[in-house]
């Protein structure tokens, strides 16, 4: 039995899973913040806040997480003992400060008390700002004053409100002593990765790319940006390593629950990093989407450029070279606004396949948007809403939102042949035949839902056994549904994209 282990901290829980390289078998294990730790008072992930733009959580509540997550994988019967290789996957973008005492507690932690009360003393800030937080728009417009386009043209991004270096920056100049208080600034995949450890752990190039600091050009920290962000954060930030690089071996600690002395850990990255590896999309030519509450479309890059209208990213990709990543806020947020304003049940919103081949268009922002960016929310419908059927306004969000992909997807220059999706919405299959025929491209899906946990699994396997991620992808990443492209819908459809590029533009 060779079993290696994915752990995936994400927005709303933690989630495992465990895979065994020689069966080919998953199983997976699973902690919800809101469900199974209500004293956190934060249902959704994160704590509430007066102020829309401000997202932050608690650190103490995803320690809490990870002790119960390994409760339950010991009470359930999983052979933690036989878990070869441990790796993660982290929330993208979120930071947690840290002071001097981390690494002494790090290293005596007691086994008879839990992670929390041992390690809380160490928070040098109490909250953690997270990817969904958009407060530092200050921060943005100076970087981008003093650096212009080489932040984008060096970090892969322009300075952008959720990124991690304008997060720390804010936290600089608003809280100064507690800034100077913090010895170590991690990211959420490189904190929990220090948690398993027992010492403080490196920043991968997956995850690293999403800070704004890291130099994609020498993949290493970029020391002008460092420095311009916060003063003296070059000594707080962790190494940056490749994706591929050892952590380091299990803490004591967690012998506890059963795992063997020194199981090796391979760096954490990203959950678009993961996803990307556990959607078995590592290669050029083949895209991943991840329809959740926000729709991330990604993939792997021939070489390294960047988006000249600035809404996509590009990131370490876990299986070497780069990978892009563009992030639709209005994903099933928008889907399940005009569910329920429509008053429809998941069967009838499905049901948009057999709708009139009307041409209607929406620009779908009911929440702000990221791409193309719009800061004020507001729908706009080109046919007039009130005059169309039901099924016609649920397919012109559907077919909108996929053009609207196709579209800003096009900085990338490449054909996507395959496009593997995964998320709720991914269920639908209206919405995999929409996404087949605007792209053109075989649509599949594969069976673990959890990718970014899957990927991470797979990231330990690769590290610390002999398998490549080609053998690994034919065992774990198999498509279980394919949807062929039609091709008779492809005039319809660049007709429509013109028309929707069209409307994009008036409207900004
Ligand atoms: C990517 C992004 C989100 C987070 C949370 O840039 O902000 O996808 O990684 O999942």
Not at 203 to 216: F, K, P, S, V, Y
Request: hydrophobic share 40%; with cysteine; aromatic share 8%.
């Amino acid at each position: 039995m060779a079993l290696y282990l994915g752990i995936d901290a994400s927005t709303q829980g933690i989630k495992s899973e465990l895979i065994d390289i020689e069966r080919g078998t998953t199983s997976g294990c699973a902690v919800n913040f809101g469900r199974d730790l209500p004293q956190y008072g934060s249902p959704d992930g994160f704590l509430p806040n007066p102020d829309p733009l401000v997202r932050e959580s608690d650190p103490a509540m995803w320690l809490d997480a990870l002790d119960l997550l390994f409760t339950r994988l010991k009470e359930s019967g999983a052979p933690l003992e036989k878990v070869a290789g441990i790796s993660g996957s982290g929330q993208q973008h979120g930071t947690v400060y840290l002071n001097a005492g981390f690494g002494r507690a790090l290293r005596s932690l007691d086994l008879g008390r839990g992670l929390v009360e041992q390690l809380n003393p160490c928070f040098s800030r109490k909250r953690s700002p997270i990817w969904m937080d958009r407060s530092t728009r200050v921060e943005c417009d100076e970087l981008d004053a003093r650096f212009g386009g080489r932040i984008r043209a060096v970090t892969g991004s322009p300075a952008i409100e959720r990124f991690s270096g304008p997060q720390i920056r804010k936290f600089s100049k608003e809280q100064p002593a507690a800034y100077a208080e913090t010895a170590v600034i991690h990211l959420v995949s490189s904190f929990f990765a220090s948690v398993l450890c027992g010492e403080s752990a490196a920043i991968d190039h997956g995850d690293g790319a999403g800070m704004n600091l890291l130099n994609l050009n020498t993949l290493q920290w970029d020391l002008e940006i460092v420095g311009f962000t916060a003063p003296g954060l070059a000594a707080k930030l962790p190494p940056c390593v490749s994706s591929t690089s050892k952590a380091g071996t299990l803490s004591p600690y967690f012998e506890k629950y059963g795992f063997a002395p020194n199981t090796p850990v391979a760096v954490w990255s990203g959950d678009n990093p993961n996803s990307l590896i556990g959607l078995g999309v590592s290669g050029p030519g083949c895209a991943g989407l991840s329809l959740g509450t926000s729709d991330t479309f990604f993939g792997a890059m021939r070489e390294f450029h960047t988006d000249p209208d600035g809404f996509g990213h590009v990131f370490g990709n876990p299986a070497g070279g780069f990978m892009s990543l563009i992030c639709f806020t209005n994903g099933s947020l928008a889907r399940e606004k005009v569910r329920s304003e429509l008053d429809l049940s998941y069967e009838e919103f499905d049901a948009v396949g057999e709708a009139p081949d009307t041409e209607f268009l929406m620009l779908p922002y009911f929440e702000a948007e990221s791409t193309p960016a719009v800061l004020k929310p507001g729908a706009v419908y080109g046919f007039d809403a009130g005059k169309a059927s039901k099924q016609e306004r649920v397919r012109a969000l559907l077919e909108s939102q996929i053009l609207s992909m196709r579209l800003h997807s096009g900085w990338l220059g490449e054909t996507f042949t395959r496009i593997r999706v995964t998320g709720g919405a991914s269920k639908s299959a209206a919405l995999r035949r929409i996404i087949a025929d605007v792209f053109q491209a075989r649509v599949e899906t594969i069976s673990v839902g959890n990718s970014a946990g899957l990927g991470a699994a797979l990231r330990a396997a690769n590290l610390f056994s002999s398998r490549s991620f080609d053998d690994l992808d034919a065992m774990f990443c198999a498509a279980t549904s394919v949807m062929e492209p039609d091709p008779a819908a492809k005039a319809r459809y660049d007709r429509m994209l013109a028309a929707y590029r069209k409307m994009e533009q008036i409207n900004r």
